[in-house]
């Protein structure tokens, strides 16, 4: 049976030097890079509070601190910890396995710099009938709002390489993710690996279930992303 969504934490990945979008983010974070008024971090919260979601996970690097002193332990009506990076560069899926102690038997995982603008609840659904121990939810993308790195056919993530660019690729990781957190717990507390890494290995495996979306991906990762979400959600303030 489906857990309620309260019940499930979220992992937020928002350590990255976010250097495409200097020198904006040279004195703060990305998490806080203002868009129509408020951070970014506060639009994910307010959507995510909005969905349901009770408890978040920060995993923070660069600047953290000054993620920290400004939403404390709650904001938006969701819980709030924090994981830090330390000294040494773990990567997205070294980052996930630092903060495993927090976010309980199975958690959701989004990046810092995206907006995703879908239902949560069903994702969750359709990973606990799945009975695998990932999800991905992909876009039928064809290359339009970023390169197309998943071969996903017959309801099943066939290839998923952000490297290899295959023909065959009209599908792109749309960026939110579903685990167990026995599929990190398996590398060592000190690893330095991505998240990429993790999914690649679960599709060898076949057991990363494929969860299409019909709405496409935001993200403020570049100046152009930037520029796009800010015209989103000022559309959406009333």
């Not at 309620?4 to 992992?11: F, G, K, Y």
């Not at 404390?72 to 709030?80: M, T």
């Amino acid at each position: 049976m489906s857990l309620p969504l309260s019940q499930i934490p979220v992992a937020i990945l928002a350590g990255g030097l976010a250097t495409r979008l200097r020198p904006i983010t040279e004195k703060i974070p990305k998490s806080l890079v203002p868009i129509a008024g408020r951070s970014i971090l506060a639009h994910q919260l307010e959507m995510l509070q909005a969905q349901g979601i009770r408890h978040a996970v920060l995993c923070i690097g660069f600047l953290g601190e000054m993620i920290q002193h400004e939403f404390g332990s709650e904001a938006c009506g969701i819980k709030l910890e924090y994981s830090f990076d330390g000294e040494k560069l773990l990567g997205t899926g070294g980052a996930i396995r630092r903060a495993l102690s927090k976010l309980g038997e199975e958690f959701f995982i989004l990046y810092g710099d995206s907006y995703l603008p879908i239902p949560y609840a069903p994702v969750a659904e359709f990973f606990h009938r799945s009975g695998k121990l990932g999800l991905m939810t992909v876009y039928r993308n064809e290359g339009k709002y970023d390169t197309s790195n998943v071969v996903f056919a017959d309801g099943e993530i066939k290839i998923y390489d952000k490297k290899q660019k295959l023909t065959e690729m009209r599908h792109i990781d749309y960026g939110l993710s579903l685990f167990k957190s026995s599929v990190f717990a398996a590398y060592a507390a000190d690893q330095v690996f991505d998240l990429a890494e993790v999914m690649g290995k679960l599709v060898c495996e076949k057991q990363l279930a494929g969860y299409e979306v019909p709405e496409r991906f935001y993200e403020m990762g570049s100046p152009a992303g930037l520029a796009e979400l800010e015209t989103l959600l000022q559309s959406k303030d009333p």
